[in-house]
T-cell receptor, first 115, second 115 residues
Framework: AQSVTQPDIHITVSEGASLELRCNYS??????LFWYVQSPGQGLQLLLK??????LVQGIKGFEAEFKRSQSSFNLRKPSVHWSDAAEYFC?????????????FGAGTILRVKS | GAVVSQHPSWVICKSGTSVKIECRSL??????MFWYRQFPKQSLMLMAT?????????EQGVEKDKFLINHASLTLSTLTVTSAHPEDSSFYIC???????????FGPGTRLTVL
């Protein structure tokens, strides 16, 4: 079974500063990897996803993530954070369809942006 | 494309009553759908996999007699919380897979409050 670790529960960055949210996964095969964002009381919004191919993935809102197989990581980055980016971010690892297609979510990282 | 809806978006009920939540794939068909639960300030946890035309598959620790799942058609899955209690108050989110990678598309969620 797959698992996901987001080591940072809270992160605070200044507006305009760069951001990196960490995500480590455990899975026996090449995983499907996702980052989602959730504002309070809202549903999930997909930021980006990795299935195969280029390990540097571009997403919406200026986010990117890099799949590093050797480190079992899929860290989310943004060069310049905006106040509207304050939210909770979830990394998820998905099993391939032949293995049940289940998604397992990390515990989440709450991002606070200070002006 | 790939829109998933949920109804209702929020519901308040008395302890001991049953509540039904619908999950619909609006523009595609899904032989499986997934139900997640998110307690306040926590991550999403997979509850069960809904299978069209057959029984749902429940995750360990999820009471199948309490959380009844019916996948009546290729576009509709329902989750019924039977004899709800305050500890069942949570955010319930469904998803449906689509595409060659079976990427999961999430509904907006249903907030259940049991008084």
């Amino acid at each position: 079974a797959q698992s996901v670790t987001q080591p940072d529960i809270h992160i605070t960055v200044s507006e305009g500063a760069s951001l990196e949210l960490r995500c480590n996964y455990s899975y026996g095969a090449t995983p499907y990897l996702f980052w989602y964002v959730q504002s309070p009381g809202q549903g999930l919004q997909l930021l980006l996803k990795y299935f195969s191919g280029d390990t540097l993935v571009q997403g919406i809102k200026g986010f990117e993530a890099e799949f590093k197989r050797s480190q079992s990581s899929f860290n989310l980055r943004k060069p310049s954070v905006h106040w509207s980016d304050a939210a909770e971010y979830f990394c998820a690892v998905g099993a391939r369809p032949e293995y049940g297609n289940k998604l397992v979510f990390g515990a989440g990282t709450i991002l606070r942006v200070k002006s | 494309g790939a829109v998933v809806s949920q109804h209702p978006s929020w519901v308040i009920c008395k302890s001991g009553t049953s509540v039904k939540i619908e999950c619909r794939s609006l523009d595609f068909q899904a032989t499986t759908m997934f139900w997640y639960r998110q307690f306040p300030k926590q991550s999403l946890m997979l509850m069960a996999t809904s299978n069209e035309g057959s029984k749902a598959t429940y995750e360990q620790g999820v009471e199948k007699d309490k959380f009844l799942i019916n996948h009546a058609s290729l576009t509709l899955s329902t989750l019924t919380v039977t004899s709800a209690h305050p500890e069942d108050s949570s955010f319930y989110i469904c998803s449906a897979p689509r595409g060659s990678y079976n990427e999961q598309f999430f509904g907006p969620g249903t907030r259940l409050t049991v008084l």
